[in-house]
């Protein structure tokens, strides 16, 4: 089993709607963590960023953790066609040589329709 | 350049080739990083390495993969005697020092294909 696991789809939803991602981890020592969007034939992107439990809100990017469950998602409020995009969890220790080291999902195919 | 810079942009191999991909990173940042991204998957870590000193290897599959970065700044990964397991897209990352290291900014990536 993979210490990140996450559904990767594919998701399909019409524009405008709410788009919820989710991953599922078992590493106890992971304090940082990320989604980063990948358009295809390019490298991830950074999305969100969240060191420990909670919620982070950026425009109309939500994420959310919840270490007690190892249970972390993302919401997308409004999507648009270019939000259309792999969408990759990733999990990270802190500290040491292991801040950059991070553990990711299998990513979660998302396209929006107009 | 404004971003990560790697090449070249794809790479098909024989069987039993040696190849180089380049990395070029961003200006400034020191952390830089090696991860492999397979079909359908999400990238897995390879190395890492802090101005010229690899910290850590331990994602690398074989010692036919071996990575550079010998004066801090650009970095070579090399894989020996390729094989068709070896096919994959190469991601290189890098990050600033200090508060916020662990957002990691990754360039396109290098498509290894091997024959």
Request: aromatic fraction near 12%.
């Amino acid at each position: 089993q993979k210490e990140v696991e996450q559904d990767p789809g594919p998701l399909s939803v019409p524009e405008g709607a709410i788009v919820s991602l989710n991953c599922t981890y078992s590493n106890s020592a992971f304090q940082y963590f990320m989604w980063y969007r990948q358009y295809s034939r390019k490298g991830p992107e950074l999305l969100m960023y969240t060191y420990s439990s909670g919620n982070k809100e950026d425009g109309r990017f939500t994420a959310q953790v919840d270490k007690s469950s190892k249970y972390i998602s993302l919401f997308i409020r409004d999507s648009q066609p270019s939000d259309s995009a792999t969408y990759l969890c990733a999990c990270a220790n802190a500290g040491g040589t292991s801040y950059g080291k991070l553990t990711f999902g299998q990513g979660t195919i998302l396209t929006v329709h107009p | 350049g404004a971003g990560v810079s790697q090449s070249p942009r794809y790479k098909v191999a024989k069987r039993g080739q040696d190849v180089a991909l380049r990395c070029d990173p961003i200006s400034g940042h020191v952390s830089l990083f090696w991860y492999q991204q397979a079909l359908g998957q999400g990238p897995e870590f390879l190395t890492y390495f802090q101005n010229e000193a690899q910290l850590d290897k331990s994602g690398l599959p074989s010692d036919r993969f071996f990575a550079e970065r010998p004066e801090g700044s650009v970095s070579t990964l090399k894989i020996q005697r390729t094989q068709q397991e070896d096919s994959a897209v190469y991601l290189c990352a890098s990050s600033l020092p200090g508060q916020g290291r662990e957002k990691l900014f990754f360039g396109s990536g290098t498509q290894l294909s091997v024959l």
